[in-house]
């Protein structure tokens, strides 16, 4: 089983520590990797001691950058955590180091998830002035421009991000990016980062020690595009009315929509970010967008394997909306064929 950050790093300092037992350095890198470390007997760190640690070691390191960053990433994993309170120590601990990348990027995400796309591009620029092949500020600024549906922007940032991330929720915004770009980038060229997850992840399903590592691990956060479009995007879609849907007592605001003759619904807001916890949501995410690439490339039979693959796998309740826009905006986006398009349209109807 590969081993958790913090094990890790107090391997390292506790080895430091052993060549030189004065080493202040790697004495308190020593106290601080040991923060989120278990009790004896406990799985799970306690947020109670965590917290006690923390401010400990405030107390002892004022100065130092890496506590108020710490606290930060505490605030963040606490349950119903607030953004502000993220925010306001990642300002500290950016206050002690004006060139910390990381703080930056973290700044960065803690605006994007708010939804302040302006205001995340502005923190991952400052981390990209700092460390240019950032990996995580490239992956960052990119998904930002996706939201902004500055397409070829985010394909350079996220190609950029491709060569060092381990995470594969890159390569899907990577593929995402050449799918929509006008770029020399085209649509098929979406092929290669998605069947690249796909792939991944099969292996990581077939063999569960490989779901410990990190393009694996943890919460995958995905956003999608904004649904709204001006007239001369719409390419033929009829409107007909809007109509509120109520579905497990939220009220989405659906959208009436005929393409070639075909009649289906559209979420007109912009839906909650997707979060996949589970390895088999993860495969299914991966499965649909590879098949939207080999639609787009006109490899239908491909496209239909993935796409019946896809709907036999274990999916939350978000996936529905999330793909039904998707693939609405593909129609409204792309100039496609007729016959791509009457495939996007029936396979909206085969969602599962």
Not at 106 to 132: F, M, N, S, T, W
Not at 159 to 184: E, K
Not at 311 to 329: E, I, L, T
Request: some cysteine; aromatic content about 14%; proline content about 3%.
């Amino acid at each position: 089983m590969a081993k958790l950050a913090w094990e890790a790093a107090e391997d390292e300092y506790q080895k430091a520590l052993n060549l030189d037992k004065n080493n202040k350095d790697a004495d308190i890198g020593l106290e601080m990797a040991q923060v989120f470390k278990p009790e004896d007997g406990q799985q799970n760190y306690s947020q109670e001691i965590v917290d006690t640690k923390l401010d400990q070691l405030l107390t002892d390191y004022p100065d130092s950058y890496e506590v108020y960053f710490m606290k930060a990433l505490s605030e963040e994993g606490k349950p119903y955590s607030h953004p502000e309170e993220v925010a306001k120590w990642i300002h500290l601990s950016l206050e002690k180091k004006k060139d910390f990348t990381m703080g930056y990027v973290k700044l960065g995400g803690v605006y994007q998830r708010k939804g302040k796309i302006v205001e995340a591009i502005k923190e991952y620029k400052h981390a990209l002035d700092i460390e240019p092949n950032n990996s995580y500020a490239n992956d960052g600024i990119g998904t930002c421009y996706l939201e902004q549906k500055k397409f070829t922007e985010a394909e350079k940032a996220l190609f950029n991000a491709y060569h060092t991330s381990a995470a594969l929720t890159t390569f899907l915004s990577l593929g995402d990016a050449r799918l929509f770009s006008d770029s020399s980038f085209a649509a098929e060229d979406a092929y290669d980062p998605y069947k690249f997850t796909v792939d991944q992840i099969a292996k990581a399903i077939a063999n569960p020690k490989l779901q410990n590592d990190e393009q694996m691990n943890g919460t995958w956060f995905y956003n999608y595009f904004p649904s709204e479009t001006t007239d001369d995007q719409k390419k033929g879609v009829e409107i007909q009315s809007t109509i509120n849907i109520n579905n497990n007592d939220a009220v989405m605001h659906m959208t009436g929509v005929v393409i070639n003759g075909t009649s289906f619904v559209v979420i007109d807001d912009q839906a909650d970010p997707i979060y996949l916890y589970e390895i088999e949501e993860k495969y299914a995410f991966a499965l649909y967008n590879l098949s939207f690439a080999y639609a787009m490339k006109g490899d239908f039979d491909n496209a239909d394997k993935y796409f019946d693959e896809a709907n036999k796998q274990k999916k939350n309740n978000q996936f529905f909306s999330f793909f039904v826009n998707k693939m609405y905006f593909i129609i409204r986006q792309k100039d496609l064929d007729a016959e791509t398009q009457d495939w996007f349209v029936q396979h909206i109807l085969l969602l599962k």
